[in-house]
């Protein structure tokens, strides 16, 4: 088991709804984390094909536009199959740079040929798609995009660098969630998000505090000019504020305590050293799943 180890979190935007742009973009973007001696890559929350910030697709209450229905068509054009041909690709980038990589995706529903998730995967160095997780409640309008996820993919993987879970932006405010990892053991949580609030940051260090584990949190930098024209023809941007989302990708230790970030205001790739040391002694005075569960009064199970 490696004990320190390098790891990176990438602020970037996709190329938008191209799904084949942003695969050679995020190809470079790895290779760029792995020249950092990077053995843990994570992307944002989405990232393939995009997270669709701003646009309505069409929806009030009661009623939807043909151009939003289309609109829709194309996300779904752009997203991907797990697994598949594009999710063997990047796991054939992980192997390239000898990397684990945890990376958002927009992740096709399969035999109904229609409903997509919001979807964090994980790849080992040698290229294997180690495990998913779908996000259990897309959080408002997000609803109309996105189906439910479920209890069979509250995932922790157990690798060479620690046991490595996480849940996606705001299934990280849902505490049973939270609960769900704990009780795994999670070492490492990944909270790939769209959230650039300040709150987000001193949600991500309760994360580090209740968990005695570090946490990493990825964002995407995007601007009104990235989304393609034919986007802008069916889906109207013109309320949305020339930045999108400022970023706010951070990485906090076991007590707390951010050692890198938070980045706002361009695309960058963050590093720090990750110590599992420091896992094992934050968990001296607290832990959730140890010594402060009070088993004797509280129970919990995942179905």
């Keep these: 088991m490696t004990k320190k180890y390098v790891a990176a979190v990438v602020q970037s935007a996709p190329v938008l709804f191209d799904l084949q742009a942003t695969l050679k973009k995020t190809s470079l973007l790895i290779e760029e984390a792995a020249d950092q001696k990077s053995s843990l890559v994570l992307f944002p929350e989405a990232y393939i094909p995009c997270y669709p910030r701003g646009l309505s ?8 536009t043909g151009n939003g229905r289309k609109l829709w068509r194309l996300y779904w054009e752009n997203s991907i199959d797990v697994p598949g041909k594009e999710c063997n690709e990047l796991g054939k980038m992980a192997k390239k740079h000898k990397c684990h990589l945890v990376i958002g995706v927009t992740e096709k529903g ?3 040929n229609g409903s997509l998730f919001c979807t964090m995967l994980y790849f080992g160095p040698n290229g294997k798609l180690l495990g998913k ?9 997000e609803r109309v995009i996105w189906a439910e996820g479920d209890g069979s993919t509250l995932t922790v993987v157990d690798t060479e660098l620690g046991k490595l879970g ?35 940051q001193a949600s991500m260090k309760h994360i580090a505090c209740e968990g005695r584990c570090y946490v990493l949190s990825a964002n995407q930098y995007v601007t009104k000019e990235m989304y393609p024209y034919k986007v802008r023809d069916m889906d109207s941007l013109d309320d949305q504020p020339d930045v999108m989302c400022v970023g706010g990708s951070v990485i906090v230790d076991p007590m707390g305590n951010t050692i890198a970030g938070p980045l706002y205001g361009s695309e960058g790739i963050l590093t720090a050293e990750i110590n599992r040391a420091k896992v094992v002694e934050s968990k001296m005075d607290f832990d959730v799943c140890g010594h402060y569960a009070r088993n004797d009064v509280f129970d919990f199970k995942v179905k």
Aim: aromatic share 10%.
């Design 166 to 200: 996480g849940l996606i932006c705001w299934e990280n405010y849902m505490p049973l969630a939270r609960m769900a990892m704990y009780q795994q053991g999670v070492e490492i949580y990944l909270a790939p998000t769209a959230d650039q609030r300040d709150s987000w």
């Design 57 to 64: 697709f069409g929806t009030v209450v009661g009623s939807r």
């Design 110 to 112: 399969g035999g109904s």
């Design 133 to 141: 997780h779908q996000k259990l409640k897309p959080t408002a309008a």
